[in-house]
């Protein structure tokens, strides 16, 4: 009987084995034959169990134990006593242990310890082979589509980051993209309130009577607000400047050559009247209205 054991746990004495903690793996009844039956033979035994610990853990891989086992009642044990069958020359008869040599003595010789010596093959499979899932045994069939599984959720993951990311790159750009917007607006607003001051408009014009002199005969009202016109008039004319025709076609020509002409000019386009007490020549309150006093409108002319 040829057991594999997975060691669990090493004692004092390395790979002595009253010190070592074993687990069985697998275990094979070889039928032990002689020279006409052939001296050699193969056998396979499945370790998946212990590889697939010792992929979750490399610490835990403490390394195989094999173990050569003849029952003492058994007729192949008489017969494993003559044969010299993978190096099985040196098997005692008595109770203690039969002991299987697997290094060459010196007795034998090289020709022979080559064509009797036993052999310990390991093989894995990793699943790229084409026929791997269909001829592979139960045990390695489970670990190749675990490992396809495996493999699947990597790649899903890998697309999630990545759309993740895109999404994060995306939304960053277009966050980006809005503050660059109201930044133009705001650029664009701060131009037209900068351009809307120097066009032409209405100002304020307070006129008091009594400091331009004329309290001496002006009795009511104190003062007025007059306003005045003041301001550029580039091209093209804003509509609410009331511009002329003719006032249009001067401001274009000196868009084109400044030295040909001057720009058109700021001035009231709307005058309004205001009443007031006067005294006359002879001393008397007169009320009267004055035309064109007040600037309503300016436009350029």
Known sequence: V?????????????????????????????????????????????????????????????????????????????????????????MNNSASPRHVRVRRSA??????????????V???????????????????SSSSSSKARSKRAAQAAKRKKRDRRRKS??????????????????????RQRKGDKNQCRRHALYVDFQEVGWEDWIVAPDGYNAYFCQGDCNFPLAQHLNSTNHAIVQTLVNSVDPTAVSKACCVPTELSAISMLYLNERGKVQLKNYQDMVVEACGCR
Request: glycine share 8%.
């Open 2 to 90: 040829v057991e594999v054991h997975e060691i669990m746990q090493t004692g004092a004495v390395e790979w002595g084995d009253d010190d070592l903690i074993t687990r069985l793996l697998d275990t094979r009844r070889v039928r032990v034959r002689g020279k006409k039956g052939g001296e050699s033979s193969w056998e396979s035994f499945d370790i998946h169990p212990a590889v697939l610990k010792w992929k979750r853990g490399a610490s835990s891989n403490k390394g195989l134990e094999i173990r050569l086992r003849i029952p003492r009642d058994s007729s192949a044990s008489a017969g494993a006593k003559k044969s010299s069958a993978a190096g099985s020359s040196e």
């Open 107 to 120: 007795s034998v010789s090289e020709e022979r310890w080559r064509m009797e010596r036993p052999l310990l």
């Open 122 to 140: 390991t093989y894995t499979d990793d699943g790229k082979g084409r026929h791997s899932r269909s001829s592979s045994s139960p045990s390695s």
């Open 169 to 190: 790159r995306a939304g960053k750009a277009s966050k980006r993209n809005r503050r660059n917007r109201k930044k133009r607006k705001r650029r664009k607003r701060k």
